[in-house]
């Protein structure tokens, strides 16, 4: 998640669209709702709920520039994936994959 900054949060979910869905809201306390953090930049697509936790790890473990250098290469101009996410939902094989945000 990200703001126009962007500050960034890092986080791991087994329901993106709904952890999303809250953020953008604010129905969560914390980070994303004091900086204001309603863009989904970037996210994975992990098998395996321990897999997703390790990956978190890794990723809020890198600095900032390398994270900002991985999620421009998917997302070079930092659009909020929400919507497209909502659009390919339904090509979601396994709703219980760990997703990062």
Avoid: W
Avoid at 13 to 18: A, H
């Amino acid at each position: 998640m990200a703001n126009a900054r962007p500050t960034l949060y890092t986080g791991v979910t087994n329901n993106i669209i709904r952890r999303v869905y809250d953020h953008k809201h604010k129905l969560i306390e914390g980070f994303t709702k004091k900086y204001h953090l309603h863009k989904l930049v970037y996210y994975e697509v992990i098998d395996g709920e321990l897999q997703g936790i390790v990956r978190e790890k890794q990723i809020k473990d890198m600095n900032r520039s390398l994270k900002l250098k991985m999620i421009k290469h998917m997302n070079p101009s930092l659009k909020d994936l929400y919507c497209d996410l909502i659009e390919d939902s339904g090509k979601i094989e396994d709703p219980g994959q760990a997703r990062m945000t």
